[in-house]
């Protein structure tokens, strides 16, 4: 099993819709929780941190679920720009030892 | 921009041959990670450095090995180059050792022939 698992993509929606990326992890001793976003050729950038009370930043929201192992990201009224591929991140260790998920792409289409 | 620079950022070496790679870190960052990248899979870590040691390594082979300097930049150097090398190589600078935002740079892309 892979430490982190995420929906196989890709998610190809209309402007202006919900969408909702799922992510599994399984060592249960990971602190610490993210989503990244990578656009094509480009290098990953921190989309936003996970908390356990679950955080908000715009049409971005995170949530987790610690006894399931299991992180969310849903994006509200899609934007073309969204279009990009977001990487779901735990931590290893207490230190930056960071493993990533395969990424689910996301294209926003007019 | 994130402040994290790579050299080179595209560069081709035959199996068998020896690559470096440098990273200079983001200002005020004393931590440098590095990371693989294979075409659609998320970057896998290969291994951290903190005050020029070592500090934590990820299921890659000792072929793999670095180094970081009393700058905080560091080289990533790969020894016996095979054809499954070839990806794209990810620096990532941080603040501290601890869980934190990774500031990363735009690539190496290696091609082993």
């Known amino acids: 099993r892979k430490e982190v698992e995420q929906d196989p993509g890709p998610f190809n929606v209309p402007e202006g819709a919900t969408v909702a990326f799922n992510c599994t992890y399984s060592n249960s001793a990971s602190q610490s929780f993210f989503w990244y976003r990578q656009d094509c050729r480009k290098e990953p950038k921190l989309l936003m941190s996970v908390y356990s009370s679950g955080n908000e930043d715009g049409r971005f929201t995170a949530q987790l679920n610690r006894a399931s192992q299991y992180i969310s990201l849903l994006i509200r009224d899609s934007k073309l720009s969204d279009s990009a591929t977001y990487l779901c991140?735990?931590?290893?260790?207490?230190?930056?030892?960071?493993?990533f998920g395969a990424g689910t792409r996301l294209t926003v289409k007019p | 921009e994130t402040g994290v620079t790579q050299s080179p950022t595209h560069l081709i070496k035959t199996r068998g041959q020896q690559v470096t790679l440098r990273c200079s870190s983001q200002?005020?960052?004393?931590?440098v990670s590095w990371y693989q990248q294979a075409l659609g899979q998320g970057p896998q870590f290969i291994f951290q450095?903190?005050?020029?040691?070592?500090?934590g390594r990820g299921n890659f082979p000792p072929r793999f090995s670095g180094l970081q300097f009393p700058n905080y930049s560091s080289e990533l150097n790969v020894n016996a180059l095979e054809l499954d090398d070839s990806v794209l190589y990810l620096c990532?600078?941080?603040?501290?050792?601890?869980?934190?935002?990774?500031?990363f740079g735009e690539g190496s892309r290696l091609t082993v022939l």
């Open positions: 991140v735990v931590n290893k260790r207490y230190n930056n030892d960071m493993r």
């Open positions: 450095y903190y005050r020029e040691e070592e500090n």
């Open positions: 990532a600078s941080s603040r501290s050792t601890g869980p934190g935002e990774l500031f």
């Open positions: 200002s005020g960052h004393n931590t």
